[in-house]
Nanobody
Framework: QVQLVESGGGLVQPGGSLTLSCAAS????????IGWFRQAPGKEREGVSCIQRIDGRTSYADSVKGRFTISRDNVKNMVYLQMNTLKPEDTAVYYCALRSGWDLHLEGNAYDYWGQGTQVTVSS
């Protein structure tokens, strides 16, 4: 059974940095994509970034390009989201999700498995 566990959320001041981690286990195929999504109170879920775990291709939402970096460690089955220059509007619950295949997607309905989420709050 696929399990995704996020960690690394917390409270950070505007302009600060935070790194989120996603530990993945239980998948039968190594050909998959892991994405990061976020949802703020009263707002729709937004795709933030995703990475193809075999070839390392990535995709980013325009709102985070140049500030966030996604990476993976296939030995540890981990995916990371380095978030720099954080803004109050980045405040949300952040989720990682997994989908099988090669294609990169930032639409949540393309993903089959989800973690429980980790809270990120950007505030002074």
């Amino acid at each position: 059974q696929v399990q995704l566990v996020e960690s690394g959320g917390g409270l950070v001041q505007p302009g600060g940095s935070l790194t989120l981690s996603c530990a993945a286990s239980g998948f039968t195929s190594t050909i998959n994509v892991i994405g990061w999504f976020r949802q703020a109170p009263g707002k729709e879920r937004e795709g933030v970034s995703c990475i193809q775990r075999i070839d390392g291709r990535t995709s980013y939402a325009d709102s985070v390009k140049g500030r966030f970096t996604i990476s993976r460690d296939n030995v540890k089955n981990m995916v990371y989201l380095q978030m720099n220059t954080l803004k109050p509007e980045d405040t949300a619950v952040y989720y990682c999700a997994l989908r099988s295949g090669w294609d990169l997607h930032l639409e949540g309905n393309a993903y089959d498995y989800w973690g429980q989420g980790t809270q990120v709050t950007v505030s002074s």
